[in-house]
Structure formats: C-alpha cells, structure tokens
C-alpha cells in the first residue's frame, strides 16, 4: 500500500491540529539531520516562501522559526520584545487567546494593560483610541486576529491606524487567520505577527513561526529576552549565521511536512484562493446548521471563516429529545467527522472548524449526518 493511501479514520474539523493531506503526511517519511545542507536549506526556503506568500518585501521582514506550539511563539515575541522598564503593553482581549497573552504578560512580569470585551462583540475604536491617549506610557499593542475561542474576527485596520498613530509597537497573533484570510502585513505595519505549522498552512503541529519586522527585531529583542529557550533574536541571529540552522534540535518531520504544505498553498493558487474556499465552507456550514435549527454564537457580520461556534439547544431542533453533547459527538465521529467542544465562558456551546484539508464537498456531507443525527431522534 501505498502511504498517500492510507486514509484517516475521520475528518477533523478542529481548527489545528486539523485535517492535512495524505501528501503533506508522507512527506513526513523521512529523517534529516539538522545540521545537513539538504535540512538546512529546505528551513531557508520555508522561511523565503513564507515571506512571499504573505506579500513581505524581504529588505523590511523575516521569519524566524521557533519549536513548540503557537503559544510558544507568542511568549518569544511578548518575552523578547517587552523591556520591564521602559514598556507599556497594551492587550486587547475578547477570548481565550487574549487572555493567554494576559497569562504570559504576568507570569513575566511585563508591565500591561488589558482592554477586555466581552467574547461575541469586538473592540471599540473609540474606547481603544480613548485608552491610548490617555495612558502615553503604552508602547506596545497586542491583538489576536480571530479568537478561535468563539470564531469572531477581530478588525485589524483601525487597530493598526491607532498603533501608527501613536507610535506603537504591532503586535498580532494570527495564529489562525494566516493564509486562511487575506490581509496586507505590510500595509497594517504589523511588527510581529506569529503563527504555527498546524493552522491554515495545513501543516502537523511542532513549531510556530513570527513574521517579523526588522527594524523592531533590531530595536527590542537583542537584550530584552527572558528566556534562553524562547529568545527569538538570538533564534533569528542563528537562523541568518548559518542559513536554516535552529539554535536547538528542531521538529525535523514537521518541517518537511511544513515544506510541502507550503507547496500545496502555492499549488491551490496561494493565500487568496485558500481564502476563497475556507469562505466557501464556512457559509455552506453556516446556511446549512441554521436550516437545520442551530444558532450560532456570533453575529455574521463578525463572523470569520475558520471556525463556528454554536449554541448548545436544550433540545434536539425539531424534537422533544434532550440534547446532549456527547451523542452528539459520538454520531458524528462514527459517520467520520471530529467536531470541537465549546471554548464559551459562560454557555455551553460547541465549534465547527471550517479550515484544513476540507472542501464544500465534505462540508455537505457532515451536514447530511447532522440531518441524519436529528432525524434518528425522532
Ligand atoms: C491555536 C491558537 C494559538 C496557539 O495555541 P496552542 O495551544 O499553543 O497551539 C494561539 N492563538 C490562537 C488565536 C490560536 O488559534
């Protein structure tokens, strides 16, 4: 048998890990040396083709890559960029992401401020300018891009005027928007962006990467980091030295199965048209559980391609069955598809991924077996 046939025992429709291709997991076949020109080289290309899909100029940004999950990128960037004493961070929050940066500004004891909203409405322009311009000790802003806690997707361009306006460091986690939603780096002067291999590049999960502007690489990581591990200017300084090296063992798999995920966004016709289908699946998903009785937690206009979060009903719609959760589940893994527990503070609720190795086709399907589910309950 061939490896690109074997064939997953289900579709996850979990927003990363998510579904990946049976080529970007055969990449994945075989073991590199770290320090080898052929390893090293493919880490080089990673990095340039990552600029390029995101539209960077390589004079003005650069990737850095760094082990572990997103999370890790994101406390190498907070870590990395924040000086104890002469910053100001200010994290806006509307979910469990912004609040993991929250997490990771007190464990380091970085000074911030928290802007928080409640987690089905975004941010304020005018509360948000009103904050900036009354606190001038703020240096640095901190957003995620969509809260994949609920699915909302947070507007990066008024953000972005403010954080020019008031000479503010950019800094967003787009973990999951990158490459599953068009917008312009550059333009929105973001200084760090991070993200990771298993989001919608459609990768395996094993290393976040930062997208990062030079100029502030260079005026705040030299000497801020807090952690060896974590340094990312050190990572960066490294990876520059001695092209496509990682300071320590890196997720050598993971990166060739990164390499040919990056092949197959190219192959699909690059950000915008991964864009295009994620959109596709999200308002099939979204017409087809609202015909079917689901409500869903976000308003529309808030709504982002990646992931839809749902309302627990007390009842199965159209019948006077409880519903419960786990048979809910259960039914849909059986007929091939793995659905997301609810990430909602205060109501139960759970979430359908809409990124990944998925297409409207497969999209259809589900919806037939969550017609099916509601129909065996009468
Ligand atoms: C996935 C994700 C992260 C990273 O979470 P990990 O558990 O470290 O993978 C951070 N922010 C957002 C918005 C995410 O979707």
């Given at each position: 048998m061939l490896l690109e046939d074997i064939e997953n025992p289900y579709i996850l429709l979990t927003p990363g890990p998510l579904s990946t291709s049976p080529s970007v997991r055969a990449a994945m076949w075989y073991d590199s040396c770290t320090w080898d020109h052929d390893y090293k080289n493919i880490v080089s290309e990673i990095r340039a083709r990552l600029l390029a899909n995101a539209g960077c100029h390589p004079d003005e940004y650069t990737t850095v890559l760094m082990q572990g999950s997103g999370t890790f990128g994101v406390e190498s960037v907070l870590g990395s960029s924040v000086n104890r004493k002469d910053h100001l961070l200010l994290i806006l929050v509307n979910g469990v992401y912004g609040r993991r940066m929250v997490e990771i500004a007190k464990i380091l004891e970085l000074p911030h401020l928290v802007y928080e909203v409640s987690e089905n409405e975004t941010f304020d322009p005018a509360v948000l300018r009103d904050i900036?311009?009354?606190?001038?000790?703020?240096?640095?802003?901190?957003?995620?891009?969509?809260?994949?806690?609920?699915?909302?997707?947070n507007d990066l361009k008024h953000v972005s005027d403010l954080a020019r306006e008031a000479g503010l460091y950019f800094i967003v986690d787009a973990m999951s928007s990158f490459a599953g939603i068009e917008f312009d780096i550059a333009d929105l002067d973001i200084d760090f962006l991070v993200s990771s291999a298993n989001k919608c590049i459609q990768g395996v999960p094993g290393f976040s990467f930062v997208i990062c502007k030079k100029s502030a690489l260079n005026e705040l990581c030299e000497h801020n980091a807090k952690s060896l591990s974590l340094h990312l200017y050190d990572q960066w300084k490294e990876m520059e030295r001695d092209p496509g090296k990682w300071r320590y063992t890196s997720p050598t798999h993971v990166v060739l199965a990164f390499k040919q995920a990056l092949l197959e966004l190219e192959r699909e016709g690059g950000i915008a048209a991964r864009a295009r289908r994620y959109r596709d699946n999200q308002l099939l998903l979204s017409e087809g559980m609202a015909s079917l009785g689901f409500e869903a937690?976000?308003?529309?206009?808030?709504?982002?391609?990646?992931?839809?979060?749902?309302?627990?009903?007390?009842?199965v719609p159209h019948t006077k069955q409880k519903f419960i959760f786990s048979d809910f589940y259960q039914y849909l893994k059986?007929?091939?598809?793995?659905?997301?527990p609810g990430k909602i503070t205060h109501r139960n609720s759970f979430r359908i991924g809409?990124?990944?190795?998925?297409?409207?086709?497969?999209?259809?399907?589900?919806?037939?077996?969550v017609e099916s589910f509601i129909d065996e309950c009468e």
């Open positions: 900036v311009h009354t606190n001038k000790m703020i240096t640095h802003l901190a957003i995620v891009h969509c809260e994949t806690t609920t699915g909302i997707l937690y976000i308003a529309p206009r808030l709504q982002s391609p990646i992931i839809t979060s749902y309302l627990e009903p007390d009842l059986s007929s091939g598809f793995v659905i997301y809409t990124i990944g190795h998925l297409f409207p086709d497969d999209v259809v399907r589900f919806l037939d077996n």
